[in-house]
């Protein structure tokens, strides 16, 4: 079965930092590529970013780009966001999902999300 | 990249059909997704490639396509499909979402 953990979010004040982990199991984390989406608190669904198989190719949504860096480490089976000079518009649900080849789904899986709360 | 334009929401009564319409310039060379979140949970992909319905996915949930536009149809709607629907796309710059519909059972 495949699971998408996210943890990582919490409060922090505008300009601050904070990275996200999405821990993957019940697959093979190596052969798939991944994405974050995040969602303000009664807003709709954001992409923010996509990661390949590999790590080799990286895209950004503008609203993040420049400020958040998306990573992976396959040996650890983890996915990671680093987000940085955070913005009070930042505060969301970031979901971690995978993509599901056969339905050439980007998002077929997620996670249940982590909460981030940007705040003075 | 480019926009999806959803209506905010439709209304239907247990029974009827809903049917949720997705627009984008894309659309015609790009496949679409649909998603049902319902509150406090994780979307779940009830549509992909324009027309097909994932495993596990009830039959009253279909998808369609014509031109610059993408269609989901819920067909006797029940109580427990009230929920905010998404539609999705995807380009080389990466995925958009469109901005979701809220779907009430009356």
């Known amino acids: 079965e495949v699971q998408l953990v996210e943890s990582g979010g919490g409060l922090v004040q505008p300009g601050g930092s904070l990275r996200l982990s999405c821990a993957a199991s019940?697959?093979?984390?190596?052969?798939?590529?991944m994405n974050w989406v995040r969602q303000a608190p009664g807003k709709g669904l954001e992409w923010i970013s996509y990661?390949?198989?590999?790590?080799?190719?990286?895209l950004y949504a503008d609203s993040v780009k420049g400020r958040f860096t998306i990573s992976r480490d396959n040996a650890k089976d983890s996915l990671y966001l680093q987000m940085n000079s955070l913005r009070v518009e930042d505060t969301a649900i970031y979901y971690c999902?995978?993509?599901?080849?056969?339905?050439?789904?980007?998002?077929?899986?997620w996670g249940q999300g982590t909460l981030v709360t940007v705040s003075s | 990249s480019y926009e999806l334009t959803q209506p905010p929401s439709v209304s239907v009564s247990p029974g009827q059909t809903a049917r949720i319409t997705c627009s984008g310039d894309?659309?015609?060379?790009?496949?679409a997704y649909w998603y049902q979140q319902q509150p406090g949970q994780a979307p779940v992909l009830v549509i992909y490639?324009?027309?097909e319905r994932p495993s596990g996915i009830p039959e009253r949930f279909s998808g369609s396509s014509s031109g610059t536009t993408v269609t989901l149809t819920i067909s006797g709607v029940q109580a427990e499909d009230e929920a905010d629907y998404y539609c999705?796309?995807?380009?080389?710059?990466?995925?958009?979402f469109g901005g979701g519909t809220k779907l009430t059972v009356l």
């Open positions: 999902a995978r993509e599901r080849p056969k339905y050439r789904s980007p998002t077929a899986y």
């Open positions: 019940g697959f093979t984390f190596s052969n798939y590529k």
């Open positions: 990661i390949s198989s590999s790590g080799a190719t990286i």
């Open positions: 894309a659309l015609p060379n790009q496949y």
């Open positions: 490639k324009d027309t």
């Open positions: 999705q796309s995807t380009d080389s710059n990466g995925t958009v």
